[in-house]
């Protein structure tokens, strides 16, 4: 039997694609030093045709300093790069590797309702994941 070439999804392509796309938007570790300099850069963002509008406008209220609580949301696979485990991966996904936590199925440990009944196998888990966060 042949070995089998795993093609990426749609999903996956996507994933890649909006990586790409929030590399090129030049938010990079830089900080105008002068009000110029901030225009500048925003014109920049702003003549380049490979950054979609959506992007353009979200760049622009992080590099004006406008919104100061941003939240993303994304989907699986940006986490990976990040360093934290995938979720699925028979013997090394997060949920293959749940025993110690005695749960009743390994989604749980995410579940709010099980979480307000036993927060201690979020909590564990959560401080393997992200060393240093306390629980209170």
Request: glycine share 6%; charged share 25%.
């Amino acid at each position: 039997m042949p070995p089998t070439t795993k093609k990426k999804d749609s999903s996956h392509q996507n994933v890649d694609d909006l990586t790409e796309q929030i590399q090129n938007l030049g938010l990079r570790e830089t900080t105008a030093a002068t009000q110029e300099d901030q225009e500048k850069l925003e014109n920049e963002l702003l003549e380049d045709d490979s950054i979609p509008p959506h992007f353009k406008q979200v760049a622009k209220w992080i590099l004006g300093g406008s919104k100061k609580n941003i939240v993303v949301l994304s989907g699986a696979g940006v986490s990976c790069s990040a360093g934290i485990p995938d979720f699925r991966t028979p013997g090394t996904g997060l949920y293959d590797n749940l025993q110690k936590y005695n749960l009743p199925y390994p989604e749980a440990v995410f579940d709010l309702n099980f979480y307000r009944r036993n927060p201690k196998p979020f909590c564990s888990l959560a401080k393997e994941i992200w060393p240093g966060l306390k629980h209170s």
